[in-house]
């Protein structure tokens, strides 16, 4: 009866459900760019209060709107003038961005709360993998009890799913054993291995593929370019392969066995 309330909301005023969603997903956006400042600090994400990374002055209410707070402020604290990172309106906006993004190709559902939230942690941890090259442990704990929900919400495909879990921890293992940890970081088999469970098998290899394609596209002109190592942090690749195959992963498994297998 509530899916019913909410599709006739959505198809008598489509608009207003988008606006609404942006500005709800960046205002979770904002909480994003606490996890991604202090997590990799040790900092507490609840405890603290919001204040200025610089001067540590505590931030009011009217400095914490999302995006509009930066752009009042000219990106620069109110107190000790230092600059305010662009990350934090970029991030509350690309979660907005996400969120219309997954209501769009999925509609009003459950899986869609569970897309949003599975989009909104794999921004965390491409941003804390590209910035420090390492992924939190709970960002990887949270997508696995995605998993577990999602698994239970479309139970008729829970062996691709536990298969997902089960071989992508097992193909991660199997390299950083073989390679004594020097080609993947634990971090990595804990977040294929988790993403497996919520994403399933099939979708699992997809998103390996693009992110191995990207990933090397992109490093390779970062090398020629701007002449970095050849370590490269893999999560933001890994997390942009999973939201594309959460999103069409179907139809590109479709159209690959119609137009090139066959």
Same mark, same amino acid.
């Given at each position: 009866?509530?899916?019913?309330?909410?599709?006739?909301?959505?198809?008598?005023?489509?608009?207003?459900?988008?606006?609404?969603?942006?500005?709800?997903?960046?205002?979770?956006?904002?909480?994003?760019?606490?996890?991604?400042?202090?997590?990799?600090?040790?900092?507490?994400?609840?405890?603290?209060?919001?204040?200025?990374?610089?001067?540590?002055?505590?931030?009011?209410?009217?400095?914490?709107?999302?995006?509009?707070?930066?752009?009042?402020?000219?990106?620069?604290?109110?107190?000790?003038?230092?600059?305010?990172?662009?990350?934090?309106?970029?991030?509350?906006?690309?979660?907005?961005?996400?969120?219309?993004?997954?209501?769009?190709?999925?509609?009003?559902?459950?899986?869609?709360?569970?897309?949003?939230?599975?989009?909104?942690?794999?921004?965390?941890?491409?941003?804390?993998?590209?910035?420090?090259?390492?992924?939190?442990?709970?960002?990887?704990?949270?997508?696995?009890?995605?998993?577990?929900?999602?698994? #239970?919400?479309?139970?008729?495909?829970? %062996?691709?799913? +536990?298969?997902?879990? $089960? !071989?992508?921890? &097992? =193909?991660?293992?199997?390299?950083?054993?073989?390679?004594?940890?020097?080609?993947?970081?634990?971090?990595?088999?804990?977040?294929?291995?988790?993403?497996?469970?919520? #994403?399933?098998?099939?979708?699992?290899? %997809?998103?390996? +593929?693009?992110?191995? $394609? !990207?990933?090397? &596209? =992109?490093?390779?002109?970062?090398?020629?370019?701007?002449?970095?190592?050849?370590?490269?942090?893999?999560?933001?690749?890994?997390?942009?392969?999973?939201?594309?195959?959460?999103?069409?992963?179907?139809?590109?498994?479709?159209?690959?066995?119609?137009?090139?297998?066959?």
């Amino acid at each position: 009866m509530v899916k019913e309330a909410l599709n006739l909301i959505f198809e008598s005023s489509p608009a207003a459900v988008y606006i609404f969603t942006f500005l709800f997903g960046i205002c979770v956006g904002s909480f994003l760019n606490v996890c991604i400042f202090r997590m990799p600090e040790g900092e507490s994400i609840v405890v603290v209060p919001s204040h200025c990374m610089t001067c540590g002055k505590k931030l009011h209410w009217y400095e914490l709107i999302p995006l509009f707070s930066w752009l009042a402020l000219r990106g620069k604290c109110h107190g000790c003038k230092s600059k305010i990172s662009p990350q934090y309106p970029a991030i509350e906006a690309a979660n907005g961005v996400l969120w219309v993004i997954a209501l769009f190709f999925k509609g009003i559902h459950l899986e869609t709360l569970l897309t949003m939230a599975f989009f909104s942690v794999l921004l965390v941890i491409a941003v804390i993998d590209a910035r420090t090259k390492e992924i939190e442990t709970s960002t990887c704990v949270f997508i696995f009890i995605l998993g577990i929900l999602r698994t #239970i919400l479309m139970r008729s495909q829970w %062996l691709d799913r +536990v298969l997902g879990f $089960v !071989v992508m921890a &097992v =193909i991660f293992f199997s390299i950083i054993f073989i390679s004594n940890g020097r080609a993947m970081g634990g971090g990595d088999f804990k977040l294929v291995a988790a993403c497996g469970l919520y #994403i399933g098998l099939k979708f699992s290899l %997809l998103s390996l +593929v693009i992110a191995c $394609v !990207v990933g090397s &596209v =992109i490093h390779i002109l970062l090398m020629i370019i701007k002449k970095v190592g050849h370590e490269l942090a893999f999560a933001p690749y890994l997390a942009a392969g999973y939201a594309v195959s959460a999103l069409f992963g179907d139809i590109i498994i479709k159209w690959y066995l119609e137009k090139i297998w066959f």
